[in-house]
């Protein structure tokens, strides 16, 4: 379901021809839509170990604290978001409320109210955050990212510090934008329209006055604006809401089972392309998509549905907005020639059940939650595929397997050279007293033991 986007035609652009249209105003779209664009305050409230010692060093050295003491019982973020639907559904960036767990939204018209987070999803930078007894509220209408064009006008507005709204206007620079280095679908719309510190989760509104991105990051030297900006397009936003919307408390993407590298300058002579484009098929994963489709080792994906990809984050992003449900075409280049082929769209499946063991035996593992590895599982941590090992899901910060280096995301494939098959054999071996334990563990594709003591 495509939310609050009725659908607009495509318009002529033309360029001014008089003095008059130059004037004219934005006034219109701004009315229309900076109701909808919040401040978004968010907090994560500490709890100090030893209240009495915290009293004692209040009174001797402030709010401060004392030595040793933290400084201060609290962090806070401040950024921008956007209401999408007059239920109070407020899309904002991840990083505004990354590790918060106390969020309050203030509106234009000075209203504020707390807000739940619905839904975090790191990977694209963005959070779905739902208003408290809100009512009465201005929500602004999806545009269609897609029918962007460079040197289309748009606005940007933020209501970055509690200072109030700003907005400013610029055209769209670029679109398509990867390897930018802020989530792991990087496909950006560049603008240089000024998008300044605060101006995170803030909307970027095409001349419908409906929204086409979410403003996400600038590109300075200095902190400042200097006409480099990203906004996380539509399309991509209406995946994360319609997550949300579907109860779920993570996005759902489709699997496609396949590992994938870009195609460089070597690899494209060999395949007999004019230039670099497209993603090379490095490996197959036997159980999934990919493998049923007839999709081999070698071949080069040019296009998702007739949308050319020219790298992984392309290839992600198109592929993610096709949802979970039906087939997908792909394009592909193989023995010289392109032919398209049908790829099943559906979620990773989670076989087996991740089954999580928290261990909490005297052991280098002690503080880690382990999970059974699958396809959800890996597409969830970003991992590799394997048949066996466990993997760390959670991690204590304060742990004995945090102190010792052990990482969310590490693949524990063998305890004093058994390897293991699932979470319980993790757990009896873990659980078994001994003088020192051999760990063999797989981390960012490398596999390496460590033999640790009591």
């Known amino acids: 379901m495509i939310l609050g986007w009725t659908g607009v035609q495509a318009q002529t652009r033309v360029a001014p021809e ?54 201060g019982r609290s962090q806070s973020s401040l950024g921008s978001g956007v209401i999408v639907d007059p239920s109070g559904l407020v899309i904002t960036n991840n990083h505004v409320i990354e590790n918060m767990n106390e969020v309050k939204v203030a509106l234009a018209d000075r209203r504020e109210f707390e807000a739940d987070i619905v839904l975090r999803d790191p990977r694209t930078d963005l959070a779905v955050l739902r208003l408290k007894n809100a009512s009465n509220l201005q929500f602004v209408e999806f545009g269609d990212s897609e029918a962007l064009q460079v040197g289309d006008i748009v606005l940007a507005i933020g209501n970055p510090f509690g200072v109030g709204q700003t907005v400013t206007q610029g055209i769209v620079s670029a679109l398509a934008r990867t390897q930018v280095g802020i989530s792991d679908y990087q496909f950006f719309i560049q603008t240089d329209a000024a998008i300044n510190p605060g101006n995170s989760g803030g909307a970027l509104i095409d001349m419908n006055g409906r929204l086409v991105g979410i403003n996400t990051a600038i590109f300075s030297r200095s902190g400042g604006n200097i006409g480099i900006g990203f906004a996380i397009p539509s399309s991509m936003v209406r995946v994360v809401l319609n997550s949300a919307r579907g109860g779920s408390r993570h996005v759902v993407r489709p699997w496609l089972g396949a590992r994938l590298q870009p195609v460089d300058g070597e690899i494209a002579v060999s395949l007999g392309l004019e230039r670099p484009t497209g993603v090379l098929v490095t490996s197959i994963y036997d159980k999934g998509p990919a493998f ?76 880690a939650t382990l999970v059974n590895m699958s396809p959800a599982v890996a597409e969830e941590m970003q991992v590799d595929i394997t048949d066996d090992g466990v993997l760390i899901a959670e991690l204590d910060e304060r742990s004995v397997a945090a102190s010792l280096g052990f990482q969310k995301g590490d693949q524990i494939v063998a305890i004093n050279g058994e390897r293991l098959a699932s979470t319980r054999d993790a757990q009896r071996m873990a659980d078994r007293a001994g003088g020192y334990w051999e760990i063999t563990i797989s981390r960012g594709g490398r596999v390496f033991t460590t033999v640790l003591g009591r």
């Open 18 to 71: 008089s003095s008059a249209q130059i004037q004219l105003s934005f006034a219109p779209i701004v009315r229309k839509t900076t109701g909808a664009v919040v401040n978004v305050y968010a907090t994560r409230s500490e709890r100090r170990q030893n209240a009495a010692m915290e009293e004692f060093f209040r009174r001797f050295f402030g709010d401060g604290g004392g030595p040793g003491m933290p400084p």
């Open 292 to 367: 049923e489709a007839g999709l081999k080792r070698g071949d080069a994906i040019l296009a998702v549905d007739g949308q050319a990809v020219d790298n992984p984050d392309a290839f992600g992003y198109r592929f993610t907005l096709k949802g979970t449900q039906g087939q997908t075409p792909l394009t592909i280049l193989r023995g010289g020639k392109q032919i398209v082929i049908q790829v099943r769209l559906m979620p990773p499946p989670e076989v087996p059940p991740r089954d999580p063991v928290r261990i909490r035996s005297r052991s280098p593992l002690a503080g």
